[in-house]
């Protein structure tokens, strides 16, 4: 067990070093509220849909920050690995007030995905890689230009049995770091980083939930803003089959 701990601070504490290298900027605090399902239906031994449904609010559920829709195929060739390819589509709410225009965001996406287990902790890595086309929206109309990007995204994640119970809570501690290149990304290729510590809790054999705090650190595209979101996590995951058979146990991690 100390081990495991020692190998979480050597991985997280570089991420906190970033953040607080950029605590001369200009930081914009925020209070979020971030509501998703993420549903894996396998229908075959080694073939799975996926599909998730995301709203994120800002100041705490008054206001809208977007909303978004994935879905996918993947590939399971065992219990630990998973291949996952497919296309997503976002509808992000304006940052000017006085506007009321969503603009639109087309994504296509690839991502593998490994689950270990070292004594009591569950190990999740995640390595996503996204096509991204953004809606320019000008005057609070949409422009007809579009900015691409590509981002790269890595998510650990552990997850411990701190109880002996297994109906219990386990609890959940992530990080994930986003980079993002395109002729557009000059003084960003940091796009953002989201730490998260929660609980995890089984409520049957298809579904389950984590609840928590994540902190969102985003850089603006001028390079000298930031956004620090303190958001309320609640996501819930349905693991399910159409198969005669019982579906096999791969995590799922959804996030936008």
Known sequence: M?????????????????????????INQQLQTWVSINSVTKFTD?????????????????????????GGFSYIPNSTISLTAGYAHMWLA????DWST???ENRIYQQAQ????????????????EQRWQEKIVDDKPSGDWRFTNRIRYLMSFTFSVFNNKSWPKMVLSDEIL????????????????????????INPKWSYDFGYMNVYQQKYSGYQYDMNHT???????NTSIR?????????????
Request: a positive charge; proline letters at 4%; charged letters at 20%.
């Open 94 to 97: 304006p940052s000017n007030p």
């Open 232 to 238: 309320i996590r609640l996501f819930f995951y349905l």
């Open 46 to 70: 080694h073939w799975a849909v996926i599909g998730d449904f995301h709203i994120r609010r800002n100041d705490f559920v008054a206001d809208p920050s977007f909303y978004f829709i994935r």
């Open 244 to 256: 005669k058979k019982t579906p096999s146990a791969i995590e799922n991690s959804g996030d936008e």
């Open 179 to 202: 980079l993002h290149f395109g002729e557009e990304v000059v003084y960003n290729t940091f796009d953002q980083n989201r730490f998260f510590i929660g609980i995890k809790k089984t």
């Open 114 to 129: 490994l689950n270990t287990k070292v004594g009591n902790v569950s190990i999740l890595q995640r390595l996503r890689n």
């Open 2 to 26: 100390k081990n495991n701990l020692i190998w979480i601070l050597i991985f997280f504490l570089p991420l906190r070093l970033l953040a607080q290298s950029t605590q001369e900027k200009e």
């Open 102 to 104: 969503f603009a639109g």
